[in-house]
């Protein structure tokens, strides 16, 4: 026992050693798929956007929003161990194209931007310099573009490259979210536009490809790290090992965005898609959020990103609201929803505990990517307000054929082995109810966001119900040993009596073995669990 305490500590130790500020650190480089310092030692990079400098320039006439001084920053280290800020350029402010505000633009953003690096770098952290709006060469930059422009794109980072070239502490995001190919989640055309750049698919101007810009700023002696982001907003890395620029130094990091609204935000896109980079390059998380205004998103993706040791950093120190998203809501650090999701992440870190994703989830959040939707026919609404058993919506369904049947879509988001049932309430006191099956879904995916469904495998039927009333259902999962065991990717209800009435669910929960919750109302539910045996002996016959 003293052995395994004396271990625990230890990993404590080590954990919390990975994200320490970087006092004493002078440079960072990759090596394999791993960031380390200038003795050697493995880093995770851990921070936070310090969004403003890319909008406030175009829209407010200033280079920053909110404040920018020392005091400011120790808000930001106030929430814990952090280690980076990743700090977002506007390229036409950088060269005061465009007609960009000469007051705030040219070699007077250009002075601010390096003064805040250097307040930043004193301050112990790291910063990734992003370009994040740029034009289409004739417009001044007040947004995104699907690429970086062949004329004023390579002229920033020549600038940047020059700049910062004797300064390891400084990280190249070379282009914040492209999206080449009409914003294509995996095809050819958009990772060669990505790569090679040249006059692309639905882009009206010529565009500089991620090799020409890692040429580029290596042709001008910076050895820094260099971030190149996937396609499709940065979201898809599915094809990033294949089209990786070369880089002579193999001082490259594969970058990704993670948000709730994502199509790839649960375990199972995770590890078919990130995994597979993680353990060739570091992957670095240049923005992580959640627009719902709560945290269930960021209690997942932040412990796995943990596991698989990628860098993070959560989107944004910007005072606004939840959706927008924000961290916070004013300046001296007080946290939005979600940003108090990151601050107990770090708070999680430093105190040496390894932060672990909830096994419990509900449905009605974005945790593991649960969508409800149609089957094929048959209508529903995720938001109906009128009939609710908690919270401020339920989910209404229309069935009109024997096919209709909504379906939770979560990507290995069940386990058979980790729990125990699948617990909900239905009819809402509506009625009649109509007799309906629950069924566990496998998908087979491809890599063009594309599906088919494996054979559903009935767990039980829902038997009418008691008028006026919210009824609870549940499936047990505990003893779900018909040679079936695993993973699953959701799991849908289904009539085979359509009559087009209106039916109402609420409070879905995939319950974890280790919580007892709800007990007395499984006991409840005998007719549910009886009708699945009933199911179970007719498929072994």
Known sequence: MNRL???????????????????????????????????????????MNRQGTEFACVQHGEIFFGPNDQQSVASMKSWGTINTVRLPINEDCWGGWNGANSSVSGQIYKDAITKYVTLLNNEGLAVIVDLHWTSDTVNLAT???????????????????????????????????????????????????????????????????????????????????????????????????????????????????????????SKG????????????????????????????????????????????????????????????????GTPTAEGQGFKNYLEQLDSGVTPQSPITFPVYTDRFSHWVDDWSSGTFNETETGVVHSGSSSISFWPNSTDSAFYVWCWNCIDTTQHRGIEFFYNGGKGPFLDMQISLLKYDFDAQKTYTVGNPVPLGQI????????????????????????????FWFKTSNPTNVEVFFDDITVRAISDPTNDSKVLSANIFLLSAAVIFSVMLL
């Open 463 to 490: 038997v009418g119900s008691v008028p006026n009333t919210w009824n609870f259902g549940y499936v047990d999962l505990e003893s779900f040993n018909y040679g079936q065991e695993g993973l699953y990717d959701g």
């Open 143 to 265: 947004g995104q573009q699907p690429m970086p422009n062949k004329l004023h794109s390579v002229q920033v980072w020549t600038d940047l490259a020059n700049l910062f070239k004797n300064n390891q502490m400084v990280i190249f995001d070379i282009f914040n979210e492209p999206a080449p190919d009409n914003n294509a989640w995996n095809s050819d055309a958009g990772w060669s536009c990505w790569l090679n750049g040249g006059w692309c698919n639905g882009i009206s101007f010529e565009t500089v490809g991620s090799q020409e810009l890692v040429n580029l700023i290596r042709g001008l002696g910076a050895n820094n790290i260099i971030m190149v982001g996937g396609i499709q907003y940065t979201t898809s890395l599915v094809s990033w090992l294949k089209y990786k620029p070369n880089d002579p130094l193999n001082n490259i990091a594969a970058s990704l965005h993670a948000y709730d609204f994502n199509y790839c935000r």
């Open 269 to 332: 896109c995770w590890d078919t898609y990130l995994v597979p980079v993680a353990a060739q390059v570091p992957i670095i998380v240049g923005e992580v959020g959640e627009i719902d205004c709560g945290t269930d998103f960021v209690d997942d993706f932040l412990p796995y990103a943990t596991q698989h040791g990628f860098s993070v950093m959560a989107f944004s120190w910007y005072a606004g609201g939840c959706t927008d998203p924000s961290l916070i809501s004013d300046y001296s």
């Open 5 to 47: 305490v004396s271990f625990l500590l230890l990993v404590a130790v080590l954990i919390g050693s990975a994200y320490s500020q970087f006092q004493g650190v002078t440079a960072i480089h990759v090596d394999g798929n791993k960031i380390k310092d200038q003795n050697g030692n493995t880093v995770r990079l851990i921070g």
